[in-house]
């Protein structure tokens, strides 16, 4: 293994705006490689670039200055900061409200789960992921982290002080409830039994957390009892959620060394394996049709007999409205389901998007702006998606998501494998 020191020029990505998987707004890589060496990792294939990504990691030892730098740049201030200490002191109240409507409005950053893991093994020596918490705690930024290690235990004390200042979302990628096959496919990463252990202690100690089942391997761990028993031991150790989704495998060196070890040690079902991502999809989608079944279906065809949510929950942000957040998390299932679960047009999911993307950006009170009659200019909005949105303000949820779930066939105008039926 070689680790390389690195001056980052830049850390925080593009601005994402309503995202429907993590509900990150910004995210980052403060390692180049992961040393997990998980078969399946999209890291791995020619569009990183990276080379030895598995075998030399680029430590970017100076994350914590340029992440500090660039939340200033967004207009961010850190309680550690003796000019706003000082400048707050002396404001009357009505000039501190006026300067306090001016700070942007807080996102969601993505501290770990970009390409490469913030807590893969390196970490326990350069601590980058620990010095970048901290400053998120002085910024008071609310953070999501998406790992495969209990070492994100270590910072338990430091996570559970920034949940209390904004929110911290601590989610574990788990598609493997076999041992055995986890470590074929996740030879360096905590075993599944480690990171439902260490989830139990993130979710006693008050945290958001749950479960990102992705990517399940085809005809690997797409089977009922798999599926199954991580649905069961997530809801066991407290998890919020259990999203399923499937895996992509792009052509070249990524789809290369999948297949090299599923034909040495799953032999059995290398085949359908192989047919199944024939097509050589640019970016790794396989054909449909050879696969089992619709693993995000069957997911929540299964979380719903276990009894626990399966999508990843969009948590309000401080000093945002509740209500709003309510309809952005439903628009958000319904995008989810429409063109992951049902495949549908994105022309049919837009709109929903749409609506997601003004709400998160910041609007009024929905509740508020529907009393004075302000909701559908103040979303520029009319007919069905205003009664949807109406719906949802009034019962939590709306007809249009139930029928979505509740007759998927007819919705998509396509059959939807169901593999598990009642």
Not at 275 to 303: D, M, Q
Request: proline share 4%.
């Amino acid at each position: 293994m070689r680790y390389e020191k690195t001056q980052a020029k830049t850390l925080l990505s593009k601005p994402i705006v309503a995202d429907g998987w993590f509900h990150t707004n910004r995210s980052m890589n403060l390692y180049r490689g992961c040393e997990h060496g998980c078969v399946y990792c999209d890291g791995f294939c020619q569009y990183y670039r990276i080379d030895d990504f598995y075998t030399h990691i680029r430590v970017k030892e100076n994350a914590p200055k340029i992440l500090r730098k660039e939340l200033k740049r967004l207009g961010y201030t850190s309680q550690s900061s003796l000019e706003t200490e000082t400048l707050w002191s002396f404001l009357d109240p009505e000039d501190a409200k006026r300067l306090a409507m001016k700070i942007p409005r807080k996102i969601v950053i993505g501290a770990s789960g970009g390409v490469s893991d913030s807590y893969q093994p390196t970490e326990r020596e350069f601590k980058l992921t620990q010095k970048v918490l901290e400053v998120l705690l002085d910024f008071r930024m609310p953070t999501m982290i998406l790992t495969k290690s209990d070492l994100v235990l270590r910072d338990l004390d430091l996570l559970k002080e920034l949940h209390k200042e904004a929110f911290v979302n601590v989610i574990f990628t788990i598609t493997t409830y076999d041992e055995e096959v986890q470590k074929i496919l996740e030879p360096k990463a905590s075993t599944t039994s480690e990171r439902f252990a260490a989830l139990k202690e993130i979710r006693k100690a008050g945290l958001f957390g749950g479960v990102m089942s992705t990517p399940v391997v085809p005809w690997i761990g797409d089977d009922e009892a798999n599926m199954t028993a991580l649905a069961k031991e997530a809801k066991k150790v407290g998890a919020e959620f259990i999203q399923f989704g499937g895996m992509t495998l792009k052509p070249g060196r990524q789809k290369e060394q999948f297949m090299n070890i599923a034909k040495k040690r799953f032999p059995e079902q290398y085949e359908r394996i192989k047919e199944a991502y024939s097509n050589n999809h640019a970016y790794g989608i396989p054909i449909w049709s050879k696969l089992r079944g619709n693993v995000i279906w069957n997911g929540h065809h299964i979380c719903k007999k276990v009894g626990i949510r399966d999508r990843s929950i969009r948590h309000t942000l401080p000093g945002d409205h509740e209500s709003n957040y309510r309809v952005l998390d439903v628009l958000l299932d319904i995008v989810f389901y429409q063109s992951m679960m049902l495949g549908l047009p994105w022309n049919k999911s837009q709109p929903f998007h749409e609506i997601a993307k003004k709400l998160e950006s910041g609007v009024g009170e929905l509740h508020t702006l529907r009393r004075e009659g302000q909701l559908a200019d103040s979303l520029n909005l009319d007919g069905q998606l205003i009664e949807i949105i109406t719906e949802i303000l009034d019962t939590g949820t709306t007809r249009y998501l139930n029928d979505l779930l509740e007759h998927p066939a007819e919705s998509s105008g396509t059959q939807v494998f169901d593999l598990y039926p009642e």
